[in-house]
């Protein structure tokens, strides 16, 4: 059982450090530059005019006046870096380890190289001109303080990005990334009351709405007097939202990592407490057995479904509204862990959930005082 445990704790910890980053890092350069498309190798040739209509959806989309052919013109490397902006992508869509880490250096590169021919053609261009300043000066906590104070549009902005793509609709592409970078550093911040005081209280309500967002229709009296824990774990879980919510740079890498640590020992207890839950016996085992990269493809082919959950939990923390907080968790595990049907542990229909995981990993933090050496498989 040990072993068990820490097994799903350092899984569920490596997944936040490594693929979920991996994901956040391409979704950034997505945004920055000018053009992606999750297709195969073999389908991308050179875009030549499909460039421009990026181009001209990127400007309407930072509410850029200038002429776009102008800009098109100046910028006489645009046809080759969009290319390989979308041969990188490709490569990170084929969800292969290998392929997705050359695909993430030709998206930098890509990028890297769009913004080095963007800057001599900037003058004249406004709104440009101060995107650009922006991209240097903008304090990136400044950037997770928008995202948090007002996640549904960014969200939304993304999803039309990742939608258009599938439609081969370059125009819209570029105007959803346009948008995006608008939205993120040149609109102006409106501040809302974000004071989270008393969350992790109802320790009942966050596990009711976990559940049901997990679709567990077990004993719900029986599973809340299993977890002796779960006050301690959900006070800890609000330690660290309200460390991250002070947008201080020291106060949110603490945060995070202690919001990490109390959804592992949630996990834990949950693991110790599963036995007569099917949906809780399933995203166990999920966690555990889902391939490197197979959470990354869930984001990308349903982008909705994955966005929806979380930012209901962006939008019902400050609204300290806890069952809404646990549905939102539960329905994000849902789809990412649990929901088969879509493209999830290798297309197995039926597995055996009671299978232990025999996967060795790096010790988590909390761990570091004791000694342990790998399992044989």
């Excluded at 439609?167 to 989270?196: H, M, P, Q, R, W």
Aim: with cysteine.
């Amino acid at each position: 059982r040990r072993q068990r445990q820490m097994c799903i704790r350092d899984r569920y910890q490596r997944r936040v450090h490594g693929d979920f980053m991996k994901a956040i890092a391409i979704l950034f350069f997505c945004l920055v530059a000018i053009s992606c498309y999750p297709t195969g190798i073999s389908s991308i040739g050179i875009l030549g005019d499909k460039s421009y209509d990026l181009l001209k959806g990127f400007l309407d989309g930072i509410k850029e006046k200038g002429d776009a052919d102008k800009l098109k013109r100046c910028m006489t490397e645009l046809d080759l870096i969009v290319n390989k902006l979308v041969k990188g992508v490709a490569l990170i869509f084929t969800y292969e380890e290998q392929k997705v880490h050359m695909g993430l250096d030709m998206v930098q590169e890509a990028t890297r190289r769009f913004l080095e021919i963007l800057r001599p053609c900037a003058p004249g261009y406004d709104q440009i001109t101060k995107l650009l300043k922006a991209f240097h000066d903008t304090d990136p906590f400044v950037l997770l303080r928008k995202l948090l104070t007002k996640p549904r549009g960014y969200f939304d902005n993304l999803s039309l990005f990742m939608e258009a793509l599938k439609k081969k609709n370059y125009y819209v592409v570029g105007l959803s990334i346009g948008k995006e970078n608008y939205a993120l550093y040149l609109e102006d911040f409106v501040s809302i009351d974000l004071t989270l005081e008393n969350l992790g209280t109802d320790a009942d309500d966050l596990l009711k709405g976990f559940m049901a967002g997990l679709k567990e229709t077990g004993d719900f009296a029986k599973l809340r007097a299993c977890l002796t824990q779960l006050d301690k774990v959900v006070s800890m879980m609000k330690q660290g939202i309200e460390m991250i919510y002070t947008f201080d740079r020291t106060q949110v890498v603490y945060g995070f990592l202690i919001l990490v640590e109390a959804t592992v020992g949630f996990l834990e207890i949950l693991e110790r407490c599963q036995d007569g839950y099917e949906q809780i016996i399933k995203l166990m085992y999920a966690i555990n057995n889902i391939e490197r990269f197979k959470i990354l493809r869930k984001f990308v082919e349903y982008t909705r479904l994955i966005f929806d959950p979380l930012v209901n939990f962006l939008e019902a923390l400050p609204k300290k509204k806890y069952y809404d907080v646990g549905l939102a968790l539960g329905q994000l595990n849902y789809e990412i862990f649990i929901n088969v049907k879509q493209v999830l542990l290798n297309n197995i229909t039926q597995v055996d959930y009671s299978l232990p995981c025999l996967l060795y990993t790096s010790p988590s933090p909390r761990d570091l005082s004791t000694s342990r050496m790998p399992s044989s498989a």
